[in-house]
């Protein structure tokens, strides 16, 4: 009998054993720039977290296993610079009307499980946007909020320096700090650096950093100034690659890098890529980087002008840099772990034990392939990204070929 209890014990504890994970990711390269891992890793996933990290777990461990032989796995991908602040206002451009776009028909299909609005809304309408996207959207969704009271609205309603309230920007920002990380200036074609000044204010006042669309004044502001006086370590030159009217590109006429971009970003000026539908052309971002100058964090200013054009998604923007030169382990790093630092969320972007399970498994493919700019022109390159399978804590909310699915008998 005592030889009987003994074994119905120890049955138990072994099936209790052979079910300690909800799933397990197996024989995949991990990339996690947080914790330097560069290498074929299995990923235990328990309540919705990471709970183990290790070169072997056995399969018997888990519940569900995902074969990833020959894929990557990431921590979900943190696309720093979209607008999806949608809604039905007519006329009312990114700030609740058509031009922003619900997030989920557009992130985890790209590994994506974190959105930063870049500014979509101010303080006057943040409590729609939270109420009508970010409490409704099974993406991660954050956002710098826009020294504009009424958000991105075009037109007129931006360039009135009576509705850009520092104060009030950041009271605001204070009592939603669990989803706004940054304030934002857009758009702003007067020839004052007050508006830029007030979005610092902001941030400095609600100890976030500001996020600087700068540019389209006539005469230009002087880049040096901004990057170097205006500007705190930490802040965010945004579309880093874009040359149009009224903003100084990073690289000048004789394609040489301006030194006052090197300088300010040694000093901590963050520079992001926010490719968009006009921000991102070849004769910028080609000799910047043969000059040893890298966007810290890629980003896609995903809205209705730019998904159908030469941005396409995260991942296409992110094989763009790949097949300009910069390394895998690169591009992954400015798209996870780069963009949660310096929006202070250092839990996300990394696969740490305990961390909430955003994971993205992708494939890099070979092959001919074509990838365009905002002004038409195109370069080749033989590496494109895809997305097998998308993790959102722990739930699979993408997944391509099935490869977390039985087979058909
Ligand atoms: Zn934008």
Redesign the pocket.
């Known amino acids: 009998m005592k030889v009987l209890w003994t074994l119905v014990v120890l049955t138990t504890s072994l099936t209790i054993g052979a079910q300690e994970y909800d799933l397990l990711i197996k024989n995949g390269h991990l990339i996690d720039a947080k914790n330097k891992l560069d290498q074929t890793m299995d990923v235990a996933i328990l309540d919705g977290k990471v709970a183990e990290v290790s070169t072997n777990i056995p399969d018997e461990k888990a519940k569900k296993v995902i074969d990833a032989t020959g894929l990557y796995i990431v921590p979900g991908l943190i696309d720093m610079?979209?607008?999806v602040f949608h809604g039905t206002r007519p006329d009312e451009y990114?700030s609740n009307s058509y031009t922003s776009l619900p997030p989920d028909g557009f992130t985890f299909r790209s590994g994506v499980t974190t959105v930063v609005d870049?500014?979509?809304a101010g303080w006057k309408n943040f409590k729609t946007f939270r109420e009508q996207t970010i409490d409704h959207s099974k993406t991660r969704v954050l956002a710098f909020l826009n020294i504009v009271g009424s958000g991105?609205k075009g037109g007129a309603i931006e360039q009135n320096l009576g509705d850009m309230d520092p104060k009030l920007t950041a009271i605001v920002a204070r009592q939603n700090k669990d989803v706004i990380v940054g304030t934002?200036l857009?758009h702003y074609s007067g020839p004052e650096w007050a508006p830029l000044e007030r979005t610092v204010e902001a941030g400095e006042l609600a100890n976030i950093p500001a996020m600087i669309?700068f540019g389209g004044s006539t005469p230009e502001l002087s880049m040096d100034t901004l990057l170097l006086v205006k500007l705190r370590p930490g802040d965010i030159y945004?579309?880093c690659f874009a040359h149009v009217r009224g903003r100084t590109p990073v690289v000048d006429e004789n394609g040489m890098l301006r030194a006052c971009v090197k300088e300010a970003q040694e000093n901590g000026i963050v520079f992001e890529v926010?490719h968009?539908g006009g921000?991102f052309v070849f004769e910028q971002a080609l000799p910047a980087l043969e000059q040893g100058f890298k966007p810290n964090m890629i980003s896609t200013?995903l809205?209705t002008g730019s998904m159908n054009a030469g941005m396409k998604d995260m991942l296409n923007v992110m094989s763009k840099f790949l097949n300009m030169g910069m390394s895998l382990q690169e591009v992954v790093a400015r798209s996870t772990w780069t963009p949660a630092v310096h929006i202070h969320r250092e839990e996300l972007g990394n696969l740490s034990v305990g961390a909430e399970a955003d994971i993205a498994i992708l494939n890099l493919n070979e092959g001919d392939f074509g990838f365009t700019d905002t002004r038409g022109w195109k370069i080749r390159g033989d590496k494109k990204l895809e997305c097998e399978l998308t993790l959102r804590e722990g739930k699979v909310v993408w997944d391509l070929n099935g490869i977390s699915m039985s087979e058909w008998e």
Request: no cysteine.
């Open positions: 610079h979209v607008h990114i870049a500014g979509s991105m934002k857009a669309d945004a579309h926010g968009g921000s200013d809205h």
